[in-house]
């Protein structure tokens, strides 16, 4: 389904692991740019169009994260080649219809998904970064497409029960905390790649997350 992306910068496979930060932690801001700047410095070839899909909804807090980042990146630089927004989410209905719409529109793109997701109690209010494609529609049992070459997530609430209830009551403070820290972190690294400074990456074994 997929075009062939450009190779990595660095052929080296990246290692199984996600970096992530806690949206409390004091440098978040700083930890979630230099995890972004070293997927992207390893996977993105620069000679190839950089699209960011951002799923989810407005009519779920919890899966507001996408359609809030979005619009902020939006706002933000008007250049960049953004796929969901609080005006025009992607969502489970038109998702399909939007990755065709990304394939038929840009020659060979690198694409950044991001999502909120639900996983453990003790993981709430981590963002991570992972390579390879986001599965949108896990953590509600829907069966989407797999989209992305790389994938930000963030974890809003609890999953394994009553998810569309849960997803109701997510906090909106935790959501607006995450999108400002994807936005200005994504803001700052496709504008330029910074000297990648590895003590400041907290990288942590696979979780199991849930995809909304």
């Known amino acids: ?3 062939t992306v450009s190779k990595p910068i660095d052929p080296e496979p990246l290692p199984r692991c996600n970096t992530r930060v806690h949206v409390d932690h004091p440098t978040a801001g700083l930890v979630f740019q ?4 070293f997927f992207l410095s390893k996977l993105y070839n620069p000679l ?6 951002c799923i989810g ?7 507001s994260l996408g359609p809030l980042v ?10 960049l080649k953004i796929y969901g927004t609080l005006d025009d989410p992607v969502h489970a209905v038109n998702l399909q219809e ?9 020659n060979n793109p690198f694409i950044l998904a991001i999502d909120a997701c639900l996983g453990r109690t003790e993981s709430i209010g981590f963002i991570s970064i992972k390579e390879g494609p986001l599965q949108p529609g896990t953590g509600v049992n829907k069966n989407l497409p797999e989209v992305g070459h790389l994938q ?10 009553m998810e569309y209830m849960v997803l109701q009551n997510t906090r909106l403070s935790l959501v607006m905390k ?3 820290i994807i936005s200005q972190g994504i803001i700052h690294e496709i504008q330029k790649f910074r000297t990648i400074e590895p003590s400041l990456a907290e990288a942590a074994p696979i979780n199991e997350t849930l995809y909304l």
Do not use: E
């Open 1 to 3: 389904m997929w075009k």
């Open 34 to 37: 230099t995890n972004l700047a």
């Open 48 to 53: 190839s169009p950089l699209v960011i899909l």
């Open 57 to 63: 909804t407005d009519r779920s807090t919890g899966d």
């Open 70 to 79: 979005g619009s902020k990146l939006q706002g933000l630089d008007p250049q």
């Open 98 to 106: 939007k990755i065709d719409q990304i394939l038929c529109c840009h």
């Open 152 to 161: 930000v997530i963030g974890i809003v609430n609890v999953g394994g029960f």
């Open 178 to 180: 995450m999108a400002n």
